[in-house]
């Protein structure tokens, strides 16, 4: 019979377990505060939120764009805190990976060595006896252990739901997320309830591990916690003074990696940028790169409503365009191609016959909306102007004003988002010029903007008017791939 002990592979993982649990609550904290905002629908109609965690209130009679309401969180609460969505995804995907493959050696230790038993209920009488012992505990008295093994019931019951339900929920719910999973496998987002269902739901499952922590680490302290950490310690109810000094030890150096995680990236976010971007995009390439949208959502799930992120250019010179319908609009393509053009918008359209989708927008803050787009494939534009084989990229430019409308802009310049060129080719990949069968409205980039539907609706550049075929950005702005990339560290690449 397997002997239900405290292995070092299992105290290990405990620990591990705790350091990137810890990263991933903290660095969620940082990704909610740029929308502090949960919906149940799909729209995300501001006044529809169910719960907020902000005490802002937006204008009702004026325009304004989603980046006005992010909260400023502070860093004992988020990762690295202080607005720092571009430093808040690289933390909390890097410790996704951490945290799946610390999981994922658990799990098959745990099965190949028998401890799977020390979790699994083998009979209903086991909620009778849970009962009895949450009494117990109320009585501040310690219930009995469950014959063969180191728990009584009501731990044994809790400790398998946070390891089969809720930690699985975690990594589902987190999955539903991606817009690269979402374009290619709309079933999956609707399985959940809808895009929003899965953010407050993931939202949720945050605070059940919130509620779980609190309460077992109550449980540790009251009852025993020199006793009760040397098990994880040392494997046996041994050396309780030593166990006490050796779990300050190591709680220390866990505080201490969030601390300097949290200087780190204040202080170097494009050297964090890089060096956890480089785990994270690879991984980002393999898994979620090939997938394709498969979009096409009925016309009566169009929201009435689409947010706005970005503020429209404030220029004289656009402003003149806008007011005469854009017909002194030109779209330049050049760079690496054979036969670089300049166009207008009827020749934009008399390129490719109007194509049309309707699928959903994910913003990397969080919030989302279902709109048709209608215009020309990108696929045909680059058919058109033919590529040359040393392009790699593809570099949209803008007419939005950084200077006014870009988060933590430290510089005046053009507006511009890098993509691959691969992504040209991908289904769904537009540039549109009319949004749910009308011209594309100012408020979201007339006369013509990108949409990627694999991607984050922030590389969906707005306003283009200008469009190169590259083989290195990195002389481009900061060389990271994009005006937001350079200025608050996005990821060049968003699937997710």
């Known amino acids: ?25 903290r660095s969620g904290i940082e990704i909610l505060s740029t929308h502090p905002k949960l919906y149940w629908h799909e729209d995300s109609k501001p006044g529809t939120e169910w719960a907020r965690f902000t005490t802002k209130q937006m204008p009702v009679n004026k325009l304004y764009d989603t980046l006005d309401e992010e909260e400023d969180y502070n860093s004992l609460f988020a990762l690295p805190g202080h607005k720092k969505l571009g430093m808040g995804r690289h933390w909390h995907f890097f410790s996704v990976i951490g945290w799946v493959l610390v ?18 209920p083998y009979s209903w009488s086991i909620f009778r006896e849970a009962y009895n012992d949450i009494v117990t505990y109320l009585s501040f008295n310690l219930p009995p252990l469950l014959p063969g093994g180191p728990d009584d019931a009501i731990q044994k019951l809790t400790y398998a739901g946070v390891i089969f339900l809720l930690a699985p929920f975690q990594i589902l719910t987190g999955a539903a ?16 309830g809808g895009r929003q269902w899965a953010r407050s739901l993931h939202f949720l499952g945050l605070v059940a591990f919130l509620v779980f922590i609190v309460i077992h680490l109550s449980m540790v302290f009251f009852w025993g916690w020199g006793e009760l950490t040397a098990l994880m310690i040392f494997g046996s109810v041994r050396d309780a003074n030593w166990a006490t000094i050796w779990s300050l030890v190591i709680i220390a150096a866990i505080v201490g990696v969030h601390v300097a995680a949290t200087m780190w990236s204040l202080r170097r976010p494009v050297q964090v940028r890089r060096i956890l971007g480089a785990v994270v995009t690879g991984v980002r390439k393999i898994l979620l790169r090939p ?78 909306s279902i709109g048709e787009w209608s215009g020309l494939p990108l696929a045909q534009l680059a058919d058109h102007v033919r590529p040359l084989p040393q392009a790699k990229y593809i570099c949209f430019l803008t007419m939005q004003d950084n200077g006014r409308d870009e988060p933590s ?16 080719y991908k289904p769904q990949t537009l540039l549109a010029y009319e949004m749910n069968g009308k011209p594309l409205p100012i408020k979201h980039g007339a006369p013509l903007r990108l949409r990627v539907e694999t991607q984050v609706g922030f590389k969906m550049a707005k306003w283009i008017n200008q469009i190169e075929f590259i083989d290195d950005y990195s002389g481009i702005g900061n060389g990271l791939g994009g005006w937001r990339e350079d200025n608050v560290h996005y990821d060049k690449d968003v699937e997710i």
Request: glycine share 6%; aromatic share 14%; proline share 5%.
């Open 177 to 192: 997320q991606s817009p690269a999973i979402e374009a290619r496998f709309p079933w999956y987002v609707r399985m959940w």
């Open 103 to 120: 999981g994922l050696s658990y799990y098959i230790l745990l099965f190949a060595t028998g401890q799977w038993h020390r979790y699994w």
């Open 291 to 368: 997938l394709n949208s498969r979009q096409n959502y009925p016309e009566r799930m169009i929201s009435k409503e689409h947010r706005v992120n970005g503020k429209p250019p404030a220029s004289t010179e656009y402003k003149v365009m806008a007011v005469h319908n854009f017909v002194d609009w030109r779209l330049r393509v050049g760079g690496l191609v054979e036969n670089p053009v300049a166009l207008n918008l009827d020749e934009l359209r008399a390129l490719a016959d109007r194509h049309s989708q309707r699928v959903l927008h994910n913003c990397v803050q969080g919030w989302t």
């Open 1 to 25: 019979m397997t002997v239900l002990d405290f292995p070092a592979w299992l105290r290990i993982d405990h620990w591990l377990n705790v350091l990137f649990l810890t990263l991933l609550i």
């Open 409 to 424: 802009a430290e510089g005046v310049g053009q507006f511009y988002e890098v993509m691959d060129l691969e992504l040209a």
